[in-house]
C-alpha cells in the first residue's frame, strides 16, 4: 500500500495537475517576521574607544519578488532598499544608511531559491553604550515594508583587562592557504546543518601567560548538552586578540532554544558572555509553540492513545519533548539529520492546505486533504465538473493499492466529500 512510509511524493508532478477549481489556493504571504533575518554583533576595533559593530541581513532568495531583467533577459532581478538606524538610549538616530540592493538570479526554481539567500553586511564603528539597530527593506516591486530591530551593548574591549566578544554562530567554514571563510547563520537556526561553529575573540590586555577558555550549552530546562574547554597560551608572546572556533555538533540537540554560556579565565582576572541560537525544523507547518495544533495534525500517522500520551504532557514543553520523540522512533534514519517520514508527512499536509482549503475549513481536514495526506497524489483524476444534472464530482484511483476514491461537492462551493468515508479502515496504514 502506498501509504506515508514509501514516500512515492512526486510533488512537481502533483501541483501541475490540481486545477484552483479545487479551493481557494492558499497564498503565501510575506510577513515582517519572516521577509529576512537580522543579527548583529560586538568586536574590538582600533578606532580608538569606538568598537565595531556588525550588522548581518540575510535575505532567503524564496521571500524575494523576481522579474526578468530588462537588460538581460537570461537573468532575473530583484530590487530593494535597505534602511539601517542606529538609536541610542535618549532615542536620538547617531547613524543612518540608505543603499539600493539588487538580487540577480538565473534560476528561479522553487529548489533553489529555497535552498540559497542574500547576506548583506554592514560594518558600523560606535562609542561604548546602550543602542537599538533598526533595519527595513522595501519592496520596490510590492510596494511593502518590513522591519526588524536588535538591542545591543556596545563593550569598550580596548581597556578590559580580559573581555570577550559576541558570539557569530557559523553555518560553514572553510580554509584557503590557511585563510578562513566563514558563512554566518544569521536566523541562528542550526537546525538543516550536522556541524555548526560558535566564533567569538577572546581580548587579553594583561600579563597573563594563559587564559582557559569553557564554553557550555545549555538547553531549555538548564540541561547541559555540550562543554568544550581549551587553554590559550601565551609563553611564546602576547597577543591581544585571540580568534576562537569551536565546533558543535548537532547529532544530540533536540528541537528548540539553546544559551551558550562562554567564560576566560586568567591567574587575575575573568570574563564572561553568552548568546543564544535555535534549533527548530523548516518542515513543521507550525511552531513548536503551538504544539496542539501539532499534535492534532498527526491523526492520520498517529494512533489516539500515541496523540492522547503527547497532550497529556504536564505542559508545553513536556508536550513539545513527547511530539518530538514521537518523530524520532518514526526516523528511518536516525544518525542524518534528515527525517524523511516527517518530512514527507509535513510536505504532505501542507500540500493539502494549499490545494483543499474551503472558506472553513484549512486542507488537511478535508476528505481530499486526508486522502492526499494518507496515500500521496493518484494515480489519475477523473473530473466531471459541469456534467448535466450532476453534482460536481472526481475520482482519484491508486493503482498500485487497487484503491479508488470517489468525492462529491454537494454544496457547488468546492467542498469535496467522499461517498465512503475511510478514516477507520486506512487511517494507519504503513
Known amino acids: 500500500m502506498r501509504a506515508i512510509i514509501t514516500f512515492v511524493f512526486s510533488a512537481l508532478l502533483f501541483l501541475g495537475a490540481f486545477s484552483s477549481s479545487h479551493s481557494q489556493n492558499l497564498k503565501k504571504t510575506k510577513t515582517k517576521a519572516d521577509l ?35 537588460t538581460d533577459k537570461s537573468n532575473y532581478v530583484s530590487k530593494f532598499d535597505l534602511n539601517i538606524d542606529v538609536i541610542d538610549k535618549d532615542n536620538n538616530v547617531i547613524y543612518n544608511n540608505l543603499s539600493k540592493e539588487e538580487v540577480t538570479t538565473k534560476e528561479t526554481g522553487q529548489e533553489y531559491l529555497s535552498q540559497n ?16 539597530v533598526k533595519v527595513s527593506i522595501y519592496e520596490q516591486s510590492t510596494k511593502k515594508r518590513f522591519e526588524k530591530d536588535k538591542k545591543i551593548v556596545v563593550e569598550d574591549y580596548s581597556t578590559l583587562p580580559l573581555s570577550i566578544s559576541d558570539v557569530m554562530i557559523v553555518s560553514r567554514l572553510s580554509s584557503n592557504e590557511g585563510k578562513k571563510t566563514i558563512t554566518p547563520d544569521v536566523e541562528r537556526n542550526v537546525g538543516i546543518v550536522d556541524t555548526f561553529y ?9 600579563d597573563d601567560q594563559k587564559v582557559d577558555v569553557n564554553c557550555r550549552i545549555i538547553d531549555s530546562e538548564n540541561k547541559e548538552v555540550y562543554v568544550k574547554k581549551e587553554t590559550i597560551d601565551f609563553t611564546t608572546g ?18 528548540g532554544k539553546y544559551t551558550i554560556e562562554i567564560s576566560a579565565a586568567s591567574n587575575n582576572y575573568n570574563a564572561e558572555a553568552n548568546s543564544t541560537f535555535q534549533n527548530l525544523s523548516p518542515d513543521f507547518p507550525a511552531p513548536l509553540k503551538d504544539i496542539d495544533m501539532l499534535v492534532e495534525q498527526l491523526q492520520y500517522i498517529a494512533k489516539d492513545d500515541e496523540m492522547s500520551f503527547m497532550r497529556d504532557g504536564k505542559d508545553n514543553t513536556e508536550k513539545q519533548k513527547r511530539f518530538l520523540d514521537f518523530w524520532k522512533k518514526k526516523d528511518p534514519s536516525p544518525n542524518s539529520k534528515r527525517n524523511e517520514v516527517m518530512q514527507e508527512y509535513y510536505r504532505r499536509l501542507m500540500t493539502a492546505d494549499k490545494f483543499f482549503s474551503t472558506t472553513y475549513t484549512p486542507g488537511w481536514k478535508t476528505d481530499m486533504g486526508m486522502v492526499f495526506i494518507i496515500f500521496g497524489e493518484p494515480s489519475n483524476i477523473e473530473r466531471h465538473p459541469y456534467d448535466m444534472d450532476q453534482k460536481p464530482y472526481e475520482i482519484w484511483d491508486y493503482y498500485e493499492d487497487s484503491k479508488q476514491f470517489v468525492f462529491i461537492d454537494n454544496t457547488g ?12 479502515t486506512f487511517r494507519f496504514s504503513k
Open 36 to 70: 529576512f533575518y537580522l543579527d548583529v554583533l560586538n568586536f574590538y576595533s582600533s578606532e580608538g574607544t569606538r568598537s565595531r559593530v556588525d550588522v548581518y541581513v540575510e535575505i532567503p532568495l524564496k521571500n524575494m519578488e523576481f522579474k526578468r531583467s530588462k
Open 117 to 132: 539567500s542574500q547576506i548583506l553586511t554592514r560594518n558600523l564603528f560606535l562609542p561604548p553604550g546602550d543602542y537599538n
Open 413 to 424: 462551493f468546492g467542498d469535496y466529500r467522499l461517498i465512503t468515508p475511510i478514516w477507520d
Open 198 to 206: 560558535l566564533f567569538y575573540y577572546v581580548y587579553k590586555n594583561n
Open 238 to 255: 602576547l597577543a591581544f586578540q585571540n580568534q576562537v572556533f569551536m565546533a558543535v555538533p548537532t547529532t544530540d540537540f533536540g528541537y
